[in-house]
């Protein structure tokens, strides 16, 4: 059974750092190309950032960009998204999710996500 | 690549067919998915490459389209359907997703 579960999510102050986890399992994790989806409260789904199975590819929205980085280690079938220098509309529920096909690019959709973590930027 | 959905909201009864356009703002061939969210939980994968029905999914959803026009139909609504559909493209990055639909009863 695949299974993705975020944390490391809380209530940050603006200009803070937080960096989320996502443990995986059920799935070959190496392979598999893993991104962040966010949902900013009452908002609609937005694109994060992913990264290739092998880590060595990666790619992030201009809004991110520059304040967040995407890795991962395969010896520990984690995924992570550290982001620093947190606005206000940065609070979002966080969620990594699974690509349902082994590419980098282009890809056809994603088949398994977590159950969210929430970020909360707020003094 | 944006993606707009249409409409933005909609109100159906159960048994209703129902229609969602995605439009693209340039080719992104057959590179489209539809997801299904319930308040509080996660999207749930439907249709991926336009067309194909993910496992599990009821065969009362189907997709189509290609380009830059795709379309979600429910044949056939059920209680459980009323929920927000959103449209996702990964034919590259930025992997967007359309602003989504929500049914309501």
């Known amino acids: 059974e695949v299974q993705l579960l975020e944390s490391g999510g809380g209530l940050v102050q603006p200009g803070g750092s937080l960096r989320l986890s996502c443990a995986a399992s059920?799935?070959?994790?190496?392979?598999?190309?893993m991104s962040w989806v966010r949902q900013a409260p009452g908002k609609g789904l937005e694109w994060v950032s992913s990264i290739s199975g092998s880590g060595g590819s990666t790619y992030s929205a201009d809004s991110v960009k520059g304040r967040s980085t995407i890795s991962r280690d395969n010896s520990r079938n984690t995924l992570y998204l550290q982001m620093n220098s947190l606005r206000a509309d940065d609070t979002a529920v966080y969620y990594c999710a699974k690509e349902r096909v082994y590419n980098w690019n282009p890809g056809d959709s994603y088949d398994y996500w977590g159950q969210g973590a929430l970020v909360t930027v707020s003094s | 690549i944006q993606l707009t959905q249409s409409p933005s909201s909609l109100s159906a009864s159960v048994g209703d067919r129902v229609t969602i356009t995605c439009r693209a703002s340039q080719d992104i061939g057959s590179y489209l998915a539809w997801y299904q969210q319930k308040p509080g939980k996660a999207p749930n994968l439907l249709i991926y490459?336009?067309?194909t029905l993910q496992s599990g999914v009821p065969s009362r959803f189907s997709g189509s389209g290609s380009g830059t026009d795709f379309t979600l139909t429910i044949s056939s609504l059920q209680p459980e359907d009323f929920a927000t559909y959103y449209c996702q493209h990964l034919n590259s990055y930025p992997r967007t997703f359309g602003q989504g639909t929500k049914l309501e009863i």
């Open positions: 059920g799935f070959t994790f190496t392979s598999s190309t």
């Open positions: 490459a336009a067309s």
